[in-house]
């Protein structure tokens, strides 16, 4: 059964750091696309960072260039996304998302349409509040 299950998310301060985890199950992720993205409430989902097939590509938003990375660990199938100098406007549901294919990356990065390409998680929430 394909599964990718997220965790991490949780209550931060401004300033603070939040380390998000998909681990995936049922396939590898040695050949996919893997995405970040987030919903904030009364908001479009939107590609927050991605990385291409053997992390060739990496791409950030503008809004966390530079206080979000994203990576993955081979051996454990996992994803993460190490978020840190958390503001107010990350607040949102975070989902991970693998794909074989150029389609997430592409949505991920603004370059293609938006779609629910590959497998998802559940999402996670993030709040960044005082």
């Known amino acids: 059964q394909v599964q990718r299950v997220e965790s991490g998310g949780g209550l931060v301060q401004p300033g603070g750091s939040l380390r998000l985890s998909c681990a995936a199950s049922?396939?590898?992720?040695?050949?996919?696309?893997i995405g970040w993205f987030r919903q904030a409430p009364g908001k479009e989902r939107e590609g927050v960072s991605c990385?291409?097939?053997?992390?060739?590509?990496?791409y950030y938003a503008h809004s966390v260039k530079g206080r979000f990375t994203i990576s993955r660990d081979y051996a454990k199938n996992t994803v993460y996304l190490q978020m840190n100098s958390l503001k107010p406007e990350d607040t949102g549901v975070y989902y991970c998302?693998?794909?074989?294919?150029?389609?997430?990356?592409?949505?991920?990065?603004?370059?293609?349409?938006?779609?629910?390409?590959?497998?998802w998680g559940q999402g996670t929430q993030v709040t960044v509040s005082s």
């Open positions: 998302a693998a794909d074989l294919g150029a389609r997430l990356y592409d949505y991920c990065s603004g370059y293609g349409p938006k779609g629910e390409y590959g497998f």
């Open positions: 049922g396939f590898t992720l040695n050949y996919h696309a």
């Open positions: 990385s291409s097939n053997s992390d060739v590509t990496i």
